[in-house]
């Protein structure tokens, strides 16, 4: 067992205990010396867990970090891959950037960065993602697909299906997706993905999938210019959101329709992303370097590009850019 496994092992023996537990308990379970146990007992109060050592008794739990930790992240999460390596950080610039190293390092596919707070949240287009601490959700998954470059965007959609269900699967509350990547409610933005990848030629190395969810983010915190435009599901349901608990099922569902997808039913994909979009059968504005198509989005196709027929009546493959629906 690796460091942070026994850790968590140990964790999870102290929170079924109501008093004490021994270290020659815990020792006998894990069969492994009391000073190994005493280690990782160290490691646990440095990442912010209080347990209290009581000669003769042993060792009790007395709080938990508030903050996210790999332990309570990986305690009942029940993936196969994704999440069984997981970094989690007080600050980092960016959770993709630090994704991205790790994956040009050689990190497997799965590997998961999270953080409390980002000082340059990165969102797409260049613009920069308000990441204040504590209260959101920065999510950055390492994955190696075996797909042409050119199906990238179906990582993205795969993504934002995934955020929406386990949304609702948390709290009762379904967002729309705007393509690519917005999460919506009532036409303000919750949250949004940012997918970046490293190729060569036709080969895809990785791809880095950058999820941003206002969970318990105050109106008060809310960026200045954007306020009106903008939610998290604290403002929605006026309650306090487990960030640990969406976290976790955010995981299980990118899991679930990332194997789908690699084992080719992008059609599912597809449908479930029709059925959550708000854009099909709609009148968009699409802009994408300088470029601008007005027209009715048809919905996407087995790539991922939004499909917009233009007044004109041509239709127009849309793989990158910002679409707005019309009369917003
Ligand atoms: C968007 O512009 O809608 C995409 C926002 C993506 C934000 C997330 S937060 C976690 C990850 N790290 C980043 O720097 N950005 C993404």
Known sequence: MRGAEVAGRILEMLRGQEGYLSGAEMSRVLG?????????IRSLRREGYTIEARQASGYRLIAVPTHLTTWELQAGLGTHVFGKKIHAFIQVDSTNEVA????????????VIVAEA??????????????PSGVNIYLSLILRPKILPNRIPLIT???????????????????AIKWPNDLLIDGKKLGGILTEADMEMDVINFVI???GINVNMPR???????????????????????????????????ELWYTKLSEGEGEDLRKRWET???VTGREVE????????????????EDGALLVQANGGTVKRIVAGDVTLRGW
């Open 276 to 278: 959550l979009s708000q």
């Open 157 to 175: 959609l795969m993504a934002a299906v995934a955020c929406a269900e386990a949304i609702e699967e948390v709290t009762k509350l379904m967002p």
């Open 220 to 254: 008060s915190s809310f960026p200045q210019p954007i306020e009106d435009v903008v939610t998290s599901l604290r403002e929605e349901l006026e309650y306090e959101i487990s960030r640990l608990a969406l976290l976790q099922e955010i995981l299980r569902k990118m």
């Open 286 to 301: 699409a802009r994408f370097m300088g470029a601008v198509v007005r027209g009715k989005a048809l919905g996407i196709d």
């Open 209 to 211: 999938v950058g999820i």
């Open 100 to 111: 991205f190293r790790r994956a040009l390092e050689g990190a497997e596919e799965g590997e």
């Open 32 to 40: 492994m010396s009391r000073s190994a146990i005493w280690k990782q």
């Open 118 to 131: 980002q000082a340059k949240g990165k969102g797409r287009m260049g613009r920069s993602w308000e990441s």
